[in-house]
């Protein structure tokens, strides 16, 4: 149980392009998800945090505009890329909080998606 | 602010010999923390978490770590290495005092591991 997937879990696309990328929890819940994002031999930066039904919250230096996030249901949230360039080419990872006590709050990760912009 | 420093960007050891990987956290509370894998390519899979309770956490893969308040530490260990260990390991802390908010990283720890 507790399956977070994410898709695609690789894209290329050309400079100035927008690439939208899906979060899902498979068998539970999640009021909220979280976007991250991870440099090469890096650590993960937290970029948003994305509430079902609200705006998400952003981290200080993160330009709402160009990342794009949408907690549409409880088992879904996208980030979109928008007029991607080479220096958004990264590793972005989701994880979902589950929405019950019986997980107990735990944050669940996806695998990852790889961003390549040309 | 929440922070965590991995004091070892790169750990290797000889399989069969015991593991350390040191973090130390700063927090403005009493924190939960967390350690993380990530093999190539992959997401993370927690290990272990401590939150407030024992002070002495026992994981999956036969990894513990101990919560050590005096010392702001929370170094992650394995009594003997497998190769199956060897991955980038993240020390984290959560962001906020409650539970499941967002989780502020370490810069990892590579941990290689040889025969």
């Known amino acids: 149980g507790a399956v977070v997937s994410q898709h695609p879990s690789r894209v290329i696309c050309k400079s100035g392009t927008s690439v939208k990328i899906e979060c899902r929890s498979l068998d539970f819940q999640a009021t909220t998800m979280f976007w991250y994002r991870q440099f090469p031999k890096k650590s993960l930066m937290l970029m948003a945090t994305?509430?079902?039904?609200?705006?998400?919250?952003?981290e200080q230096g993160v330009e709402k505009d160009k990342f794009l996030i949408n907690h549409a249901s409880l088992t879904l949230s996208t980030l979109t890329v928008t007029s991607a360039h080479p220096e958004d080419s990264s590793f972005y990872i989701c994880s979902a909080r589950a929405y019950t006590g019986g997980l107990g709050n735990e944050q669940f990760f996806g695998p990852g998606t790889r961003l390549t912009v040309l | 602010a929440q922070s965590v420093t991995q004091l070892d960007s790169h750990v290797s050891v000889s399989e069969g010999t015991p593991v350390l990987l040191r973090c130390n956290y700063s927090?403005?509370?009493?924190?939960?923390l967390f350690w993380y894998v990530q093999h190539p390519n992959k997401g993370l899979q927690l290990l272990l978490k401590?939150?407030?309770?024992?002070?002495l956490v026992k994981g999956i893969n036969g990894f513990e770590a101990e919560f050590k308040k005096s010392e702001t530490s929370f170094h992650l260990t394995k009594p003997s290495a497998h190769m199956s260990d060897a991955a980038e390991y993240f020390c984290a802390v959560s962001k906020a005092n409650q539970a499941g908010t967002a989780l502020i990283f370490g810069k990892g720890t590579t941990l290689s591991v040889s025969s």
């Open positions: 994305s509430n079902e039904g609200s705006k998400a919250t952003y």
């Open positions: 401590y939150t407030s309770a024992a002070t």
């Open positions: 927090s403005s509370y009493s924190p939960s």
